[in-house]
């Protein structure tokens, strides 16, 4: 499948987070020898970073596509922004659970969560929480409540999160996150930053195989992208995006 987000975003990706309940390995030889196995897989990886509790392998910071696979003692994370295909995002992301198993040695009764999350950032040189709050909250009860008063947003960031089967390990979120600061609203100057939405699909439990793992990120995928493409979208994405084009009119 072709990415065609870019229509209704500045910016998208494809990240996953994979959880572990036992701290990981993280000497030396574990960590270097997975990303040398990633790096020659593909090539794009060429950049190793050390942070305060994470390593990282990326891709350059270039204009376009961009991935990276980072770990921390709690968890094995990639993702991809702006992949030329989704197929592209999901590869990198089944590979990575498919060989980080081996190399941290991650057992099935170890695995924590696994999560799929997609993202879409929107340039908004505006107020983010008044463009939420805009966007998603017109003419709602919650948007009476302020209706009227001599006053500006500088909180509307909602989350709603919901279970997808019975026994409430299969869930779903959507956010949005303005980065929108207090300062910004009292002086009327907005920085360029991205607001960011999310949707992000998550599974707690262990596992029977570890071989699983790659199976249950498809599995997880698929539900993500059938609620971006059903209910995001529509009643998500669109309104963010034509309401931050009214604040630029």
């Known amino acids: 499948m072709t990415t065609n987000y870019n229509a209704l975003c500045s910016s998208f990706s494809v990240s996953q987070h994979l959880g572990v309940k036992m701290d990981l390995p993280l000497r030396r030889d574990n960590a270097l020898e997975m990303f040398e196995r990633m790096r020659k897989e593909n090539p794009r990886l060429e950049r190793f970073r050390r942070f305060e509790g994470e390593l990282v392998l990326e891709s350059p910071a270039r204009a376009g596509e961009q991935v990276w696979v980072a770990l921390r003692k709690s968890c094995v994370r990639s993702g991809s922004s702006d992949p030329r295909t ?64 001599d006053a500006r947003p500088i909180d509307v960031q909602p989350c709603i999160g919901f279970a997808l089967n019975d026994r409430c390990d299969l869930q779903a979120f959507f956010e949005v996150k303005g980065r929108t600061s207090v300062r910004e609203v009292r002086q009327g100057r907005f920085s360029e930053d991205a607001l960011h939405v999310c949707v992000t699909v998550r599974k707690f439990g262990s596992l029977h195989d570890i071989k699983e793992l790659p199976a249950l990120y498809d599995e997880l995928a698929a539900h993500a992208e059938r609620l971006v493409e059903q209910r995001a979208v529509p009643h998500l994405l669109a309104p963010i995006r034509d309401a931050i084009a009214s604040s630029r009119a």
């Open 86 to 149: 989704i197929d592209d995002a999901h590869a990198l992301h089944r590979r990575v659970l498919d060989v980080s198993p081996y190399f941290l040695t991650i057992n099935p009764l170890d695995v924590d969560c696994l999560e799929v999350t997609y993202g879409f950032d929107f340039d908004a040189s505006a107020n983010h929480h008044a463009v939420a709050l805009d966007a998603l909250f017109a003419h709602s009860p919650l948007a009476a409540a302020v209706d009227g008063l």
